[in-house]
């Protein structure tokens, strides 16, 4: 009996069996961790894909449709869950609800022009991700979500800016009210002068790309030294002269930057031609393309984006006003802001169009222009 049991004790047949088990277990735990988590990874990576997406599309809705109107079935917010929605995550749309579609304030400009959306694949909304080898050891699903916040920052700079100004919007104060008006014919400061409020003052009674979207402007040559709604100065691009190079500038775009501050070179003369045959022939390049009072927006256009949408700058009226009363010789013409503008029609110089919301540029490493008609849609968070 003594010997049997040492000949069971010593015999090693069956050993094989307890290391290709315990190998086993380690190489399903192996694959499990190659399979599972890099798969649990993938929906990480498309989940937040689907946020940015989301987030993007709610800031792009806020410059383009209203930066007011933040509810349930307001474009900012039916954008942010329509995007989102439309990344799959793991083959299926996340979970992504009115409420999880906020606005918060911009950590840039500290001011409520950001869009922060959240996305969902956990077991609270029903549609958790559904593991592949860890079932074998009781975990069958997990939670995936994701948040991202973009913002509709307002820029300092354009490019494809046309090279003709008018004067941004202010508050008319004397009667009649066709021009600006800060002093008398003897040169004095009236009593009540017109009131103009620069973009990021508060108060500011500029030109804005959610009221005034839609709006019809003519714009008129201005032959003389008066700041008058709507009439136009003519003045060179960076590296522009003359004639021809005025009208191109209006027919193509004008690669250079344009940015907020800088001081526009009068043009001599008063361009009606150049202006009438620029015109022409930037329309002319997207013929069908007209402004729909219905959305309130340009339709018909054989490209994404028409390029018969320019960039008017608008400038400050009233150092203009200052600068005549100074004295000095020509306009004194500084870009203080932008204008979006659908070109519709021209005729002996004067051209018809839509202000409509634009994009725009962020120039040098310092906060962006706080009030700043143009945008810039990017992620910040």
Known sequence: MIQRILRVRD???????????????????????????????????????????????GATAL?????????????????????????????????????????????ITGQFDAVQVWVHR??????????????????????????????????????????????DKWIEKQSPADTFDMYDNKGNLLSNPDVYVP??????????????KGLQLVLKNNNGTKVAPSMYNP?????????????NNIASCNPNLVKMGDNMVPENGNMVGPTQ??????IA?????????????????????SPR????????????????????????LQVVNYLGFFIESNGSGQVTGRITPILGKISGNGPPSIGGFASVIMLVQ
Request: proline share 7%.
């Open 11 to 57: 015999d090693e047949h069956g050993i094989s069996i307890i290391f290709v088990s315990l190998g086993f277990m380690a190489f399903l735990s192996a694959t499990t961790l190659a399979i599972d988590v890099g798969m649990l990874m993938t929906a990480r990576t498309q989940a937040q894909n689907a946020a940015d997406a989301g987030a993007l599309a």
């Open 63 to 107: 410059a383009f449709n209203s930066f007011t109107d933040q509810s349930a079935s307001g474009p900012a917010v039916t954008s942010a869950i329509n995007a989102a929605k439309t990344n799959l995550v793991i083959g299926q749309a996340p979970s992504v609800t009115f409420s999880d579609v906020t606005f918060p304030k911009d950590p």
């Open 122 to 167: 956990t077991q609270a909304r029903g549609n958790p991700v559904a593991t592949l080898i860890a079932q074998i050891f009781g975990v069958r699903t997990v939670d995936v979500n994701a948040t991202a916040t973009a913002a509709a920052v307002p820029a300092n700079a354009e490019i494809c800016v046309l090279p003709l100004t008018i004067p």
């Open 199 to 212: 973009p990021g003052q508060t108060g500011a009674t500029g030109y804005n790309p959610d009221s005034d």
């Open 235 to 247: 003045w060179d691009l960076p590296g522009s002269v003359g004639g021809n190079d005025y009208r």
């Open 277 to 282: 045959q620029g015109t022409d022939d930037l």
């Open 285 to 305: 390049q997207d013929s069908n393309a007209h402004w729909d009072t219905f959305c309130n927006c340009v339709k018909g256009s054989a490209f994404p984006v």
């Open 309 to 332: 949408i320019r960039i008017v700058p608008l400038y400050d009226p009233v150092l203009y006003a200052q600068g005549l009363q100074s004295g000095k010789s020509g306009p004194q």
